[in-house]
Every structure is written in C-alpha cells, then in structure tokens.
C-alpha cells in the first residue's frame, strides 16, 4: 500500500457551510445532542494519533500523514466544540500546528495526493479557533483555485475536463470525488460563490450527470464499457451521477445501437448535489431537482446504489462509509430533512433520514468504537480508522 493510494481513498465529504470571508473559521457543529456511539468512535480515534498526529504504514514502517493526520481531525471536530474535554482539544490543536508545518510555498499541504491533502487540511483547520489557520487557508485556497482546468491552465471549455480538478499533480485527470472536495475547500477557506471558478465547475460538474437537458456529450466522447470493450457515449437521463464524465465503477447500459450510458451510484450523485448546492445552485433549480429525485429512487442506508447486479453481490457495498458520509453533507446543506418514499396504500411516506443514517450506523459499530466496511474493502474502507472517520462525520448530522 504506497502512500499515495492510501491518501487517494480520503476522498470525504465533510459538513460544508457558507462562511463569510471576513471569517474563513467553519462554524462547529450545533450541540444537538452527543451520544455513547459517537464519543466511542472518538475514543478509539484518540487510542490512534501520537501527539495529534496520526500516521501511515508502509509494510514494516509507519509514518506521520498530513492527509490522514487533517482528517482524523476534522472527524474529532465532529463533536461540538462546547463538549470537548481539555485532552480532546489538545489532539486538535496539536495535530493541526502540525499540519500547518507542512505547507509547502505554493500553498499545498503534504507530499503526495496535493488536491485531497490540502482540502482535507482546509476542512479541519476551518473549523480550529486558532488565529494561525488564516494565512494557511487563504495560500491554500489560491493552490486549489491554481489546479482547475480552464483556460489559464490551457483547457478549452469544449474539453470534457474543464472546470475540473483532479489529484492535483500535472497531467492528472479530473472527477468528481477530487472535484467535491476541492469545491468544499474553496467554500471553507471563504470564497463566495460569485467567484468564477465555481461557474467553471458548473461545467464539469453537468457532464457528469446523466442528465441530457445540461449534459452535452452524447456521441461526442468515446468510452470504455469492459476490458476490450469501448462504445460512444449515450447520456442517460435518470439525474443521478457517475465519477467521470462516460465512466462509472457501478458499471454500464449498453443499448442496441452500441452506445452506452455509464450508471448513475449513490456516492456520486450525492457528490453531485452538494458540489451543486457549494456553487450556489438553488433547491428549486432543475439540476438540483433531478439529482434528488435520483436519490428519492433509489433511497437505502443499507447499500451504495446503482450498482449493475451483474458485478456481484460484494460490489453493492463498495464504498459504503464514503456513501454515508456524502448522505449526510449533501441532504443537509441542501436543506433536505425528510426522503418521500411511496407507502403501501399508494401515498407518501416521508422519511426521516437523519434518524435512519443515525441507526444504521449505531447497529455498524464494533465493540472497540470503531467501523469497518467487512464487506468490501475497495477504495481502503478495509482501514477501520479511515471508516471510523467516515462514520463520525456522518453522524454529526444526525443529532443525538
């Protein structure tokens, strides 16, 4: 496992909000309440960092990450500031001086995976009381501002990447996971949304929905279904979204004119509606409406869906804590507090979804305090600290 795949499977979704410039500080969590299995998640977090700093193996060695360091973190800033004891605040704050020790001079932070490292230094040190993080953001934020793909960066809008981000190191390409996170770090280290990089994204961020009223790339990009398999591009027009524009790990519809539609995945799409909501699209918005009737269909705790049944059975529950994670950023931010399901006799039901996020959740956790996807590690959510962190976000939105 190098460090640089390990670091790429950080690709969270912290709780987002809208923070003035004048005070780039994220707001903490609102006390609604702390219970036994979130302070156990954060207990077995503590049991894992030395002097605030938590750290990588690498076969027989072990070394301090700022990327794993920041979000372990931001997972302990999950608890409100109010209720932290004098030990807790200390991990926080020692950690994050150390963080802050590895920027670099163009405002990245860490060696390896620039994008995810520095964005998930951002959302911790957005939410830290400690005048220090406002130099450190503001140089962060012009790295991440730097990475996108537009027309400085020679990037035609008629590219299929342009207004992405990816890992951040040249010449890698663009998606939705790195383009979540670098638009929530943008947001948290306080820019306003009538910034034009987050118009730019807008570009991306419709061709990675199967949408076709936004999304113009249907027989314009070729793509590959298989491993010796490749076929024209046919959006689809579910709403949901994909990881790339014309790629998808959920799998593919072929039609019988050969094309393919690449299939839409609950992580994605969730993605999707919070980077939307981030760039300012309103609730009301066709965009924004289309993604949530997406999630509306395909409504579950229990699985990551969209997947092809064809993969098999395991793959339905790749990526399952990175799911829970975006679940609770994007329905919250976008002011979503209940899913309308159909009932039995024909009506709606509505769902309270922050209180089924919130059991299911309880019902994962381990005897030590931590979770563990056990049945698919794909994309490291075999680590039990990195699903621990995954967790701990998601249900600092559940209330208590």
């Given amino acids: 496992m190098t460090p640089r795949v390990l670091v790429a499977a950080l690709c969270v979704a912290f709780p987002v909000f809208s923070i003035p410039a004048q005070d780039a500080a994220a707001k903490d969590p609102a006390p609604q309440g702390w219970t036994k299995t979130q302070q156990r998640g954060v207990d077995f977090l503590l049991g894992k960092q030395e002097h605030g700093v938590f750290s990588v193996r690498h076969g027989e060695r072990s070394f301090p990450h700022a990327g794993f360091t920041s979000l372990a973190i931001a ?15 200390a991990v926080i704050d020692k950690g994050l001086t150390w963080v802050i020790a590895q920027q670099n001079d163009d405002g990245s932070i860490g060696r390896s995976t620039p994008n995810y490292t520095t964005c998930a230094a951002v959302m911790a040190l957005s939410r830290w009381h400690d005048d220090k993080r406002m130099p450190v953001l503001k140089k962060a934020q012009r790295y991440v501002l730097a990475i996108q793909k537009f027309e400085q960066n020679g990037t035609a809008r008629s590219d299929v990447e342009y207004g992405g981000v990816g890992y951040g190191s040249k010449g890698e390409r663009s998606d939705l996971s790195n383009m979540q996170f670098a638009i929530a770090a943008l947001r948290e280290s306080g820019l306003e949304t009538d910034h034009e990089a987050f118009q730019r994204a807008l570009v991306f961020l419709q061709r990675t929905q199967n949408l076709k009223s936004v999304n113009d790339l249907s027989g314009k990009l070729d793509i590959t279904t298989g ?25 593919y519809v072929v039609h019988p004119d050969g094309s393919a539609t690449p299939r839409s995945y609950g992580s994605m799409t969730y993605a999707l509606l919070k980077t939307y909501t981030l760039c300012g ?85 381990r005897d030590d305090g931590a979770w563990v996807n056990d049945k698919n590690g794909r994309w490291y959510e075999n680590l039990d600290v990195l699903c621990t962190c995954y967790a701990l976000i998601a249900l600092g939105y559940c209330g208590g």
Avoid: C, H
Avoid at 233 to 250: H, I, K, N, T
């Fill in 281 to 365: 699209v309103k609730k009301d918005d066709p965009r924004v409406q289309a993604a949530v009737k997406w999630i509306r269909g395909n409504w579950t705790v229990e699985e990551n869906p969209g997947v092809d049944p064809k993969l098999g059975e395991n793959e339905r529950f790749q990526g399952l804590f990175y799911y829970y994670m975006l679940m609770g950023q994007a329905l919250d931010a976008t002011g979503i507090d209940t899913i309308a399901q159909q009932g039995g006799d024909g009506g709606e039901v509505k769902v309270d979804w922050r209180k089924q996020l919130r059991a299911q959740l309880e019902g994962m956790q």
């Fill in 227 to 251: 491993e010796d398999a490749t076929a024209k591009l046919s959006v689809g027009d579910d709403g949901g979204a994909v990881y790339y524009p014309g790629e998808s790990p959920a799998g």
């Fill in 75 to 89: 997972a302990i800033q999950s608890k409100p500031r109010a209720l932290r004891t004098e030990a807790e605040q």
